[in-house]
């Protein structure tokens, strides 16, 4: 499989290639030439099939000429082998129509945990077979740097700086950071803000000199591999509420739109998908851009949802892409456009090839809470305030009543416990396997947020490319 650039510029590239280099070159994210198909009698195929089978079916495709079913099969073992459940993502009733695919049984209690335990595991066999090196950079505000610690921790040929605002992310959400205890895992606190750590990671990715010595690399969702992972439970979620002889439709928490970007990518291959549900909290660009073609950037509110609390949105360049007719040249004028302005219109062909499988609702804290206390008073679940924004909009729907839809669960309702115990007057408790979380010691550096003190101590700490 080739994958080849969203702007159009950038040469085509093998998937080994596609996952070690995240961002293409000329700026656009990758995407594969074309849609592998699966026919009804495969997708029918797939029922009674493991989680870890029926990801080397649907991923096979994607992976040829870089990996063997076996390779692959081997990961997927690796990766999906310390999930605390053994259907991996398990599907749970709310009532005759509504189902939460529950995503959060990995690691770390985070849907981030399924793509990246694998991302993990294809870094190691590609570096290892190149005999190469890497070093991970990324600020976190919380999920994704304990992901993305726990994927990585103890491979040589890895080495991750994740940074975080000092004082400014939960005990839990350090603690399963800085608890790690692997010599190639480098926490460091700044003194500042997530934007300020973020501002500081993005300038030493533009450092090519240091950039290229440390061969550095992000472990966020525009990696083309990430989104690849989360393809596969679409389809095993579907096939087990009766496709490929009946349409499904999936309701999901979306922030950055990689995760409904692999639906999108699922009803691409074949899978009957009726309709996908885009669910924004008031930080709402995608549901405005779903609604009305009017892509501009707000400034971002807080809310209760904080993975959900993004302006721009980075994996929806895919679908302007692939639902726009594919053309890069006219894409990178248009993202060019909307990076000096901040705004910008989806063109008629966009709009037009986007509303044939999304809709979308914005979720206010009113709406929020009582899809929490509506799926725990009549379904006994607890669910996490994410869960809860993409319920509630799956509930709005005005979706032919018979279509089972399917919400993805995308966190452990212990990880936002305040605001649980709120909506629901229960708070859930932290699962037994992360509970010794408070017991264990922690390490990390605090350094002062400047470019100089950060990019001395990665220097100090990483092995430069030989
Ligand atoms: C990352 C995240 C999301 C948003 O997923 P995207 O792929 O960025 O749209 C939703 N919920 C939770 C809990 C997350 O961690």
Same mark, same amino acid.
């Given at each position: 499989? !080739? ?23 000329? &700026? &656009?994210? =990758? ?14 195929? /797939?029922?009674? /099939? ?35 459940? !053994? ?12 189902? /939460? ?15 990246? !335990? ?6 190691? %066999?590609?570096?290892? %077979? ?11 505000? *919380?999920?994704? *740097? ?15 700086f994740m940074l975080h605002p000092e004082g400014r992310v939960?005990?839990?959400?350090r603690?399963?950071m800085t ?7 480098h926490n460091i606190a700044i003194s500042g803000?997530?934007?300020d750590a973020?501002?500081l ?32 439970? =679409?389809? =095993? ?20 739109? *990689? ?10 291959? #074949? ?18 851009? /779903?609604?009305?073609?009017? =892509? ?14 993004? !302006? ?15 053309? #890069? ?15 910008? @219109? ?15 609702? %914005? ?5 929020? *809470? ?19 924004? #993409? ?51 922690e390490a990390y550096s605090k350094l002062p947020g400047t470019?100089?003190a950060i990019?001395a101590y ?6 430069? @490319?030989?």
């Amino acid at each position: 499989m !080739q994958y080849v650039s969203t702007r159009g510029r950038a040469k085509a590239l093998g998937f080994e290639d596609v996952t070690l280099a995240g961002l293409a070159s000329d &700026g &656009g994210l =990758y995407v594969p030439e074309v849609w592998p198909q699966f026919s009804q009698a495969e997708i029918a195929a /797939l029922a009674g /099939l493991s989680y870890v089978e029926t990801a080397v079916k649907v991923m096979a495709p994607f992976v040829a000429g870089s990996l063997t079913e076996d390779e692959l099969r081997d990961l997927c073992t690796k990766a999906y082998g310390r999930f605390s459940h !053994q259907a991996i993502t398990p599907l749970v009733q709310l009532d005759h129509r509504h189902w /939460l695919l529950e995503l959060f049984h990995g690691p770390t209690l985070a849907f981030k945990d399924v793509a990246l !335990q694998l991302l993990g595991q294809l870094f190691e %066999r590609f570096l290892s %077979r190149r005999d190469d090196h890497l070093t991970i950079v990324g600020a976190t505000s *919380g999920d994704t *740097g304990s992901a993305a610690i726990d994927a990585v921790a103890g491979r040589d040929k890895i080495d991750i700086f994740m940074l975080h605002p000092e004082g400014r992310v939960s005990d839990v959400q350090r603690r399963q950071m800085t608890t790690v205890r692997a010599p190639n895992v480098h926490n460091i606190a700044i003194s500042g803000s997530f934007d300020d750590a973020q501002a500081l990671v993005k300038r030493m990715f533009n450092d090519t000199e240091f950039s290229t010595r440390f061969n550095l690399s992000a472990v966020n969702s525009i990696n083309w591999a990430r989104l690849m992972a989360q393809i596969v439970y =679409y389809f =095993y979620s579907a096939v087990r509420l009766g496709a490929p002889e009946r349409p499904v439709a999936f309701a999901v928490p979306t922030g950055n739109f *990689g995760d409904v970007f692999a639906g999108y990518a699922a009803a691409k291959m #074949g899978l009957p998908v009726a309709r996908l549900i885009v669910a924004t909290n008031v930080n709402d660009i995608l549901h405005r851009a /779903l609604a009305d073609g009017d =892509y501009s950037q707000g400034t971002v509110v807080p809310t209760a949802t904080p993975s959900m609390d993004i !302006q721009v949105s980075s994996n929806f360049e895919r679908l302007l892409f692939d639902a726009g007719g594919r053309n #890069g040249v006219a894409l990178a004028e248009q993202m060019a456009g909307f990076e000096a302005s901040r705004a910008m @219109r989806l063109t008629n062909a966009q709009r037009e090839g986007a509303s044939a499988l999304f809709r979308s609702a %914005r979720v206010d804290a009113e709406g929020m *809470g009582l899809a929490m206390r509506w799926a725990y008073e009549g379904a006994a679940q607890i669910i996490d305030p994410h869960t809860a924004v #993409g319920l509630a909009a799956a509930r709005a729907d005005d979706l032919d009543p018979t279509i089972p839809v399917v919400t993805l669960a995308t966190a452990h309702p212990a990880k936002f416990s305040d605001a649980v115990e709120r909506a629901t007057g229960t708070r859930p408790p932290l699962p037994a396997r992360v509970g010794s979380l408070f017991d264990r010691e922690e390490a990390y550096s605090k350094l002062p947020g400047t470019f100089e003190a950060i990019t001395a101590y990665v220097a100090d700490h990483a092995t430069p @490319r030989t």
